[in-house]
């Protein structure tokens, strides 16, 4: 089954899923080492890691796309990727969707700030009318039939911010009509948030947890319970790899050694494992070998 198709598979299935952000290639083969079952490519973590800037629109449309890519060819699992707005009018969304689609992506988030976007646990948003925010929902429903990909739309709403829950909950239900496979209301503020929007939003949600955010991180079989489907941890694997990056460098600053920091690393042969290096040399060994006896023969002949 194409990831697409298994993304979709699992939103309509029973239960709660966790779903880790990932940055980069590395980041995305960590996760698939681990057994996650689907992957989150973050924009907030492809600003941080390929140009280290914050996440307030400074990253292209073609730097997510190359970075979605790269994602997608290290693992076969699904990926659901970050799309920001769509990088312009209803238009450029359908752009965006098949080229995600190409780029392998399983499904997307589209959210509904005015450009330039920034975090949605940011302050000083704005989000455009629900007239526009609709015509590109359907925009991207549009394109993905017409690649007839199996490919999984979130709608995202960062209007709780501006507009209070009421106002969210409206445009997230507007969403759903627009052909929105997933729902997701941006950075409620407490649990009796979390509570109204399962409760009043019949579809698919997703739950945003971002450690030091402004939305209550609760346990996962309370998500469940409430009705969220994805439970999204979008920062977890950069903070703790700037967190630790930052403490061993200081380290080596300081003390101008790295000799006991090895529980802080990785080793040598671990890493190479984790890159499938093996795999590489075993290849290089076998063409080195039959190169030139391939080459002699078909000459020969």
């Known amino acids: 089954m194409k990831p697409a198709a298994t993304l979709r598979k699992m939103i309509n299935q029973r239960g709660s899923f966790i779903v880790p952000g990932v940055y980069d290639a590395l980041s995305a083969k960590i996760a698939d080492h681990l057994g996650f079952r689907v992957l989150f490519h973050t924009g907030y973590g492809t600003a941080a890691s390929l140009l280290a800037l914050p996440d307030i629109g400074m990253i292209s449309f073609k730097e997510m796309l190359d970075r979605v890519d790269s994602i997608c060819k290290t693992t076969n699992k699904p990926v659901i990727a970050d799309a920001d ?6 238009l450029n969304v359908m752009r965006t969707v098949k080229e995600y689609i190409r780029a392998g992506a399983a499904g997307l988030i589209l959210e509904d700030q005015v450009w330039p976007k920034r975090c949605g646990h940011m302050k000083g948003k704005s989000v455009i009318p629900l007239e526009e925010m609709f015509g590109k929902i359907a925009a991207a429903v549009e394109a993905r ?10 709608g995202r709403t960062d209007s709780f911010a ?8 409206e445009r997230v239900r507007t969403f759903k009509k627009a052909g929105a496979d997933v729902l997701f209301v941006e950075a409620p503020l407490e649990n009796s948030d979390l509570a109204e929007i399962a409760k009043k939003v019949r579809m698919p949600l997703l739950l945003n947890q971002i450690e030091g955010g402004r939305t209550p991180i609760i346990p996962v079989r309370e998500a ?16 703790a790899a700037a967190r630790n990056v930052y403490d061993v460098l200081e380290y080596l600053k300081r003390e101008s050694r790295t000799d006991g920091l090895e529980n802080k690393m990785i080793g040598f042969e671990a890493f190479n494992e984790l890159l499938d290096s093996e795999k590489y040399f075993e290849l290089e060994k076998r063409y080195e070998l039959t190169g030139p006896r391939t ?3 078909s000459t020969s002949s």
């Open 85 to 90: 707005t769509g990088y312009g009018n209803a």
């Open 145 to 154: 039939d017409e690649l007839g990909s199996a490919l999984v739309i979130v």
């Open 295 to 297: 080459f002699q023969d």
């Open 224 to 239: 469940e319970k409430l009705g969220f489907k994805i439970l999204l941890f979008p920062l977890t694997a950069l903070f």
């Open 162 to 169: 501006t507009g209070g829950l009421d106002e969210a909950i």
